[in-house]
């Protein structure tokens, strides 16, 4: 199983891993990283590296769905590639997406 890392600006993340759980239940493989407004880039690189840490104990690889290409959660993740080298970004996140992910990675 693949853990699954969603990170978006504000708190979109969190509602859907909250939407998806209605449909497919608790997901333990699931992490979710917001950007908040007027957070620093740093503790916003400290959250992600502390769900990365959480996510890679046992697994090879984490698939990293994020909102928008070249935004700062995805910037975020690019630049952590260097320390993190199985890291997958895929940019979009979406309702269809996430439970696609979570269906293929999860379960």
Excluded: R, W
Excluded at 2 to 7: D, G, K, N, Q, Y
Excluded at 12 to 30: F, N, P, R
Aim: aromatic residues 4%; charged residues 15%; proline residues 4%.
């Amino acid at each position: 199983m693949i853990p699954v890392l969603i990170s978006t600006h504000g708190p979109t993340a969190k509602s859907l891993i909250e939407t998806t759980e209605m449909i497919y239940g608790q997901q333990d493989l699931c992490e979710v990283a917001s950007f908040a407004i007027g957070q620093s880039l740093e503790s916003f690189q400290q959250q992600i590296e502390q769900k990365l840490a959480l996510l890679t104990k046992e697994n090879s690889t984490v698939l990293c769905l994020v909102d928008l290409k070249g935004g700062t959660p995805f910037n975020t993740l690019v630049k952590l590639m260097g320390n993190y080298s199985n890291l997958e970004i895929i940019t979009g996140v979406n309702i269809p997406m996430l439970l696609g992910a979570v269906d293929l990675c999860c379960t």
